[in-house]
């Protein structure tokens, strides 16, 4: 995973930092706090478009959780970094955030 942080380079809008993220599990406190705040009636077949539709209300409506979740995410992000990075960037982390978690859980779960 990728978050570009924009600033100004030369005048013009320009990445100035960019943090990765190989893996992240994300913990039941996180789904408790973002749950109520997801609309997953806007899926209907789960594409990527549709995903990104709603990690972008998710970041609209839950910012303090959101937040939290990048920092946790991004070693060494900082708030005020977070304040300069793309909502579409992020709404991307996001859904790379719960495609991995879920295949995990596909992964790990007993076989019947």
Known sequence: MKLNIYGKKD???AVVKT????TYELLWGTCE?????????????GTNAELIKVAVNLILHSMDTVKSLFI????GL?????R?????????????????TLTELRLNAPKN
């Open 84 to 100: 300069s990075a793309s909502i579409k960037e992020m709404a991307q982390v996001l859904v790379d955030v719960v495609i991995y």
């Open 33 to 45: 706090d973002v749950a109520g705040a997801l609309n997953l009636d806007e899926l209907e077949t």
């Open 78 to 82: 900082t708030e005020e970094e977070l």
């Open 72 to 75: 946790d995410i991004f070693d």
């Open 11 to 13: 005048g013009r809008k």
């Open 19 to 22: 943090y990765t993220a190989e």
